[in-house]
């Protein structure tokens, strides 16, 4: 049976272009080759980053760099502000390095609240906090802006940002808003197969990272900036998802900026609008849902594993069921990556096409 297509909020749809670019030659990554393809795609990852600084590529996914910023960047104590099953994690991680952790709990669905990080880093003993700015396990978008200049009004506390599933579908000021560790996963919002992830580091990063002890040597930091510097990776890369990354970033600039935020935002209530019309409502607050994926709640106490089963049986989209202790309660469907209005139609009018059979259970 072919593959259903992935309206799932990660790893999501790869188009034939991208894997076509996959497909160039071979290089040596110690060598000329190689070093072109990287400075070819450092400055375009800048723009997208929106930083000065250099952007790195880890070969991990997104938590090998979530638990290096922990290892690299925590001395004294972290914060972890914890609102969905990403977030909360991030906690976990914190303490399996060993590192003395607090968490903000916010209940999943809900966004955190500036002003309790405030009260919280006023307690003193901080030297590191760490956001998901997109929970994409509950569809809550954080209020980015006020939570970092919250932790700006503290010295010597560093903020890192996870935009896994935002990452060039949502504007991040990283260099403006002071952001030290910014980081994103590729197989979400870049639409590439999983396996790489970019991260930026601001200077006060790259200077606490220096008197940290014990940082090993993957996920050092410090290989990073080092090799960086000579348009190179601290060990083997793979070649191949960077070509993919190369083609991406291509076509994202060759879209603009602004017209890839716009198309989010235009997806994104389209499948807001097909949720509402039946009835369900959107399991996080307006003001701070997510732009890249709709969380719907399920207050009509459908069967949610029908659907999605029912879905992908007679169209082949697969949407997901719903993540982790809200699997079954809620449900999602991503606009991630290269969707249009012809494909967001094409999975609303399939959706419409099963929902009657699904209501009526
Ligand atoms: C998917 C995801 C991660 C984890 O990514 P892996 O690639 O599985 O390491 C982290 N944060 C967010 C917000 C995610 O969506």
């Known amino acids: 049976m072919s593959k259903p297509k992935l309206f799932s909020p990660g790893p999501i749809n790869v188009t034939a272009s991208t894997y ?32 000065t600084q250099p952007v790195y590529i880890s070969t991990s996914s997104a938590w090998g760099v979530m638990e290096a910023s922990i290892r690299n960047l925590v001395q004294k104590k972290v914060l972890n502000l914890c609102c969905g099953a990403f977030s909360d994690k991030w906690y976990d991680v914190a303490q399996r390095c060993g590192k003395n952790a607090e968490k903000i709990q916010a209940e999943w669905g809900q ?7 405030r009260a919280k880093l ?8 760490t956001l998901v700015h997109n929970e994409t396990s509950t569809g809550v978008m954080n209020p980015l802006e006020e939570i970092i200049a919250v932790v700006k ?25 002071g ?36 940082r090993g040597y993957y996920f050092d930091f410090m290989e990073f900036v080092n090799n960086g510097a000579k348009n ?27 017209n890839r935020y716009a198309r989010h935002e235009e997806l994104n209530q389209m499948v807001t609008e097909w949720a ?7 399991f996080s607050p307006e003001g701070f849902r997510s732009k890249t994926l709709v969380t719907i709640a399920n207050n009509l106490d459908i069967d949610v594993s029908l659907l999605v089963k029912t879905l992908r049986e007679k169209h082949n989209f697969l949407i997901n069921g719903g993540y982790g202790k809200v699997k079954g309660s809620t449900f999602r469907i991503s606009n991630m990556g290269d969707e249009t209005v012809e494909t967001i139609t ?12 699904i209501i009526a259970k």
């Open 346 to 357: 094409e999975l609303l009018d399939a959706l419409d096409d099963v929902m009657p059979s």
């Open 153 to 177: 009004s503290f010295d010597d506390v560093l903020i890192v940002v996870d935009t896994v599933s935002s990452f060039s579908a949502v504007s991040v000021e990283t260099e403006k808003l």
């Open 179 to 214: 952001i030290d560790c910014l980081l994103a996963g590729v197989q979400k919002a870049l639409a590439l197969p999983p396996g790489i992830t970019i991260f930026s580091l601001s200077p006060a990063a790259v200077e606490r990272t220096q008197s940290t002890p014990d």
């Open 276 to 282: 509402l019309k039946y009835g369900f409502e959107i």
């Open 111 to 117: 966004p955190i609240d500036p002003e309790l990080v």
């Open 122 to 129: 006023a307690e003193g003993g901080f030297d590191t906090v």
């Open 20 to 51: 076509e670019a996959m497909s160039a030659p071979m290089i040596g990554h110690r060598g000329k080759d190689f070093e072109e393809l990287y400075a070819d795609i450092q400055p375009k990852l800048q723009t997208v980053a929106k930083t």
């Open 232 to 258: 190179n990776t601290p060990s083997t890369p793979p070649i191949t998802l960077i070509y993919g990354l190369q083609h991406k970033l291509n076509e994202i600039l060759a879209e603009g900026l602004e």
